[in-house]
C-alpha cells in the first residue's frame, strides 16, 4: 500500500518486493542463519485441476460460468504424472535430510484445483508419503503428512474406502462445505446430494474417533466455506452442525468473483453487505464458544 492509501502501480510493487528480497539474502550472509531454516515446509501439486464430479456455482473451473473448458477445447486435461510427482517429493525430502532443523512436520497439498481424490495416481501418492515419511522420521525427523482438502463425495473408494487409507498420515482434511440446508448446500455444490455428503462427514468421525482410540495419529477435520451471499447467514448454524458431527474448525474465504454473474453474491461488494456481515459475526462467535468443548 502506498502513502496515501491506494494500492500502488504494479511496477512500484515489483521494485519494492525485489528490494525486499535483497535485504533478506543481504542480512543471510550477515547473519549465518541455518538453511534448514529458509526451506520451503508445504509443496502443493496441482495434480488435476481438470478432473471434477461436481459443478461449484462460484468455481472458477466447473461452475455453470466458466470459461475455461471452452478455452482449452482440443487440449487434453491436465493430470500430472506420477514421475514428477515423486521426483519433487523426493528432492524436497532429501534438501530437509541435508539441512534439518525445523521442528514441524512437512506437508504435502494434492490438487487446490479439481477434485484431489479423482487423481488416477492418488493412491500411489499416499504410499509415496508413507516412504517419504519414514526417510524422515529414520532420521530423527518430524516427518510428512498430507493436508487435503475435498469435496465431500470422495469419489472412487466411498468415506468408508478413503478413511482408513488418509486418517493415519493426514494432518487435516478440508471438507468443502458451504450450507446448513439442504438447499443452501446443493444451489451452491452442484451435483452434491446433502444428506450423502453428511453421512461421509459422520463415517470420517467416526473413522477418526476410533483410530485415535486405538493409539493412532490424530487427524484434524475441518468445514472450509466460501462466504457468499447465500449462506453466510447460515454460518452460525454450519458452526453448530460441525461441532455436532465431531469437527473440529470451521474456516472460510470471501468469495473471489472470477465472473460479472457472482459480483453481485460477495459479501464484500459494498457497504450494505459488508455491514450484514459483520452483524452475523458476534453470533457465529456465540455460538463457537459456546461448543468450543465438542470439538477438542
Ligand atoms: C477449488 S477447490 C479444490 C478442492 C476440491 N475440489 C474442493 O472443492 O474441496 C478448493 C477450495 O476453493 C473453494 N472455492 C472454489 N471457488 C471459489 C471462489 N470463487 N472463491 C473462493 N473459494 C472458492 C472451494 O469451495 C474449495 O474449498
Ligand atoms: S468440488 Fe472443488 S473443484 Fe469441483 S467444482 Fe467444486 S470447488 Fe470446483
Known sequence: MSKNGEIPPIADHVDQ??????????????????????????????????????????????????????????????????????????EFVDLHLKAPGDSTALEVIPSTMGEPLLYEHFEQMLSLIQQQDRRLKDQGLPGLRLNLTTNGTFPKLGARGWAPKVLPITSDIKISWNGATKG????????????????????????????????????????QLTFLEENYHEIPDIIRLAAELGI???????????????????????????SRWNRMIPLAEEIANANSDLTK
Open 17 to 90: 518486493m525485489v528490494e525486499l528480497y535483497r535485504r533478506a539474502i543481504q542480512h543471510r550472509r550477515s547473519s549465518n542463519v541455518r538453511q534448514g531454516k529458509l526451506l520451503p515446509w508445504r509443496i502443493t501439486f496441482d495434480t488435476n485441476p481438470d478432473d471434477c464430479n461436481l459443478h461449484c456455482d462460484m468455481c472458477e473451473g466447473f461452475s455453470q460460468y466458466s470459461t475455461v473448458k471452452a478455452e482449452r477445447k482440443g487440449l487434453s486435461p491436465r493430470r500430472m504424472p506420477f514421475e514428477l510427482v515423486e521426483k519433487v517429493l523426493e
Open 184 to 223: 443452501t448446500q446443493e444451489s451452491i455444490m452442484r451435483g452434491q446430494t446433502f444428506e450423502d455428503v453428511l453421512e461421509n462427514v459422520k463415517v470420517l468421525v467416526s473413522e477418526r474417533d476410533a483410530l485415535v482410540k486405538a493409539g493412532g495419529h490424530f487427524c484434524r477435520l475441518t468445514l
Open 248 to 274: 473440529n474448525r470451521v474456516k472460510g474465504h470471501h468469495l473471489w468473483s472470477h465472473w460479472k454473474e457472482m459480483d453481485g453474491r460477495s459479501m464484500k461488494r459494498d457497504a450494505d453487505a459488508v
